[in-house]
């Protein structure tokens, strides 16, 4: 992989990052937005826990999100674009 193509992979690494941190938020804010339709069937966390138990496991997986969207973009797209040239 040539410099430009690092670029290019950091940029979508940031992007990831953020995309992360807007779906924390969102579930954070809304933890209910997946409790209609076809996720009611399939969820197996709706299925299995109290509603008052999904409500907070949910915001839990929102604050693992923006904090797993922080990292990505702290640690810097560069050494994961490099980690991941290195790869293959």
Do not use: C, H
């Given at each position: 992989?040539?410099?430009?193509?690092?670029?290019?992979l950091?940029?979508?690494?940031?992007?990831?990052?953020?995309?992360?941190?807007?779906v924390?938020i969102?579930?954070?804010?809304?933890?209910?937005?997946?409790?209609?339709?076809i996720?009611?069937?399939?969820?197996?966390?709706?299925?299995?826990m109290?509603?008052?138990?999904?409500?907070?496991y949910?915001?839990?997986?929102?604050?693992?999100?923006?904090?797993?969207?922080?990292?990505?973009?702290?640690?810097?797209?560069?050494?994961?674009?490099?980690?991941?040239?290195?790869?293959?």
């Open positions: 992989m040539d410099s430009s193509q690092l670029g290019q950091g940029f979508w690494i940031n992007i990831i990052g953020l995309l992360l941190i807007g924390g969102l579930f954070i804010l809304k933890p209910d937005i997946f409790k209609r339709g996720w009611t069937m399939t969820s197996i966390a709706q299925r299995t109290t509603p008052e138990n999904y409500l907070k949910m915001k839990k997986v929102g604050v693992f999100y923006i904090i797993l969207g922080i990292l990505l973009i702290l640690v810097g797209p560069e050494r994961i674009a490099a980690f991941i040239a290195s790869l293959g």
